[in-house]
């Protein structure tokens, strides 16, 4: 470890000291994020003094180089430093916030089903975030999607089939940790079959301990065979599994099913605390403390803004119940040393791995063979200029409003010419009729099927326009209709990209 830059305390610090064991073991467990795109300073103080990990999200990142100038000085105050990013590639991406992603997510791999491939990607999207110095991925998502209308997994998941979202998992982790980059596999113990988003409020599973079994579980035991270094908790209640709390701060959950149950020894990582399903009913101390209590050992904070005051607050927090015995010493420093352990891992498997050879096309490669192409109808070729017409849902939280998607800008550049609309609401059918003005429609839309607006829109399009093209980006669910129907499976630049290309070949 390089020596920490001296920077002044504050007084938020009294009565305590940055070499004590507790307090440090305190800090150790931490995973906030923070402002800006430089590291602050009250960042590189809290490592000297204990603070053993980061995360990154997408306000952080502007490029690939500005990422690795930040992760640069972060490690000047702690060489073994934990740099996390929620990168799952797909909807989710933070490395390309602002672009999109190179990599389709995963449901476009499931529909793939070549575990080659997959693991192909995570290798070539582990290559990019270790040249970044980043070296924890929040990443992938085990979760099977057995509820076609979850507002917050959808494309997030390998797909329906528990042996397909099992298979993919394991060679999604191989592939990543083959860079030397930790994979964090998530939301244990499966947060597919969920009506409810889990940022807005506690969701609830009600199946029996069977059918968790036997479909939820076995992408985990999949993922703890491939050897993921870490299992991200999910903030559901499963009344099969602890009928009174949420699974992040549940001792049954944790540390009897995940840990005795399925034998699994690395590091479990929460959810974001701040998220509403925990923190509307607990806090986020208390919710830290619980969840540390229950067998978790670290503590994921920061989606939203995370500064000093949240960081010095869960600090005392643990040190305090700590010092009244509500939670014990062992457990604390038993989770500190998991964090520290995952983090000498990293710095062991980036010397072991060397240089891992690049394979910049593998993504737009994925994103072609995803593609699902239905012709339902009688049309010309495209062979102008059209009109792309998006029909936009709201943004979940965990997808973010801030990355571009749809096929609009190819288009522009495969047909000069082409012009495009964002249209929401009851008339957005009507909407995009007009601006379109007579010419060709491309509609792109994102899980027609969850979207009443939306299918309605197509409705009025079609009926006036029976040669549109519809361009799913989300769940295939509904349908194939329209002149040519394109799935993409994910709404990835590259995902983007492959169907405006399909748009031209039919």
Not at 262 to 272: A, E, K, P, S
Request: charged share 20%; net charge negative.
């Amino acid at each position: 470890m390089t020596a920490p830059t001296t920077l002044a305390t504050t007084a938020s610090d009294s009565g305590s000291a940055a070499g004590d064991t507790l307090t440090r073991d305190a800090l150790a467990v931490l995973q906030p994020g923070f402002d800006g795109t430089t590291a602050p300073d009250w960042v590189r103080r809290r490592l000297g003094e204990g603070l053993a990990s980061v995360a990154l999200f997408g306000r952080n990142v502007v490029t690939e180089e500005q990422v690795t100038a930040l992760t640069a000085q972060l490690r000047a105050e702690r060489e073994d430093l934990l740099v996390a990013i929620d990168e799952e590639s797909g909807d989710v991406t933070r490395l390309e916030v602002r672009t999109g992603s190179s990599f389709p997510g995963s449901h476009a791999l499931g529909a793939v089903d070549d575990p080659g491939l997959t693991r192909g990607v995570a290798r070539e999207l582990g290559r990019r975030l270790a040249a970044c110095g980043v070296n924890f991925d929040w990443a992938p998502s085990a979760d099977v999607n057995a509820n076609p209308d979850n507002p917050v997994i959808g494309v997030r998941s390998f797909g329906a089939g528990t042996e397909l979202v099992a298979r993919h998992t394991a060679a999604w982790i191989e592939g990543l940790q083959s860079t030397g980059v930790a994979a964090c596999t998530k939301h244990f113990p499966g947060h597919g079959d969920t009506g409810v988003d889990s940022h807005h409020a506690l969701p609830r599973i009600d199946v029996d301990a069977d059918t968790l079994h036997a479909r939820e579980l076995a992408p985990f035991r999949a993922a703890i065979e491939a050897g993921t270094r870490a299992v991200m908790s999910a903030h559901i209640l499963v009344p099969a599994l602890d009928p009174d709390r949420p699974g992040t701060l549940s001792r049954r959950v944790l540390t009897e099913l995940l840990r005795g149950e399925l034998g699994y020894q690395g590091l479990i990582v929460t959810d974001g605390m701040e998220m509403r399903a925990v923190s509307a009913a607990y806090g986020l101390e208390r919710g830290a403390v619980l969840a540390i209590a229950a067998g978790a050992d670290a503590i994921c904070v920061g989606g939203g803004l995370c500064d000093e005051a949240t960081v010095l607050g869960l600090r005392d927090a643990l040190v305090t119940a700590v010092r009244t015995g509500d939670l014990p010493e062992e457990r604390l420093a038993d989770a500190a040393a998991r964090v520290r352990g995952l983090a000498a891992w990293t710095a062991a498997a980036r010397t072991a791995t060397g240089t891992v050879p690049p394979e910049p096309e593998i993504g737009l490669t994925a994103a072609r063979r995803a593609l699902r192409v239905t012709r339902t109808a009688a049309a010309e070729p495209v062979d102008g200029p059209v009109y792309v017409a998006r029909f936009d849902p709201a943004p979940n939280i965990a997808v973010g409003a801030e990355t571009p998607w749809g096929v609009a800008a190819e288009l522009q550049r495969l047909l000069p010419g082409t012009t495009a609309g964002s249209f929401t609401g009851a008339r957005a059918g009507a909407a995009a009729l007009a601006a379109a003005d007579g010419r060709r429609i491309v509609a792109v839309v994102r899980d027609e099927h969850r979207h009443d607006w939306m299918r309605a829109a197509l409705d009025t399009l079609l009926a006036a326009r029976p040669d549109t093209i519809v361009v799913e980006m989300g769940l295939p669910q509904a349908p194939p209709r329209g002149a040519l129907h394109i799935a993409t499976h994910g709404a990835a630049r590259v995902c983007g990209t492959a169907a405006a290309e399909a748009v031209l070949t039919g």
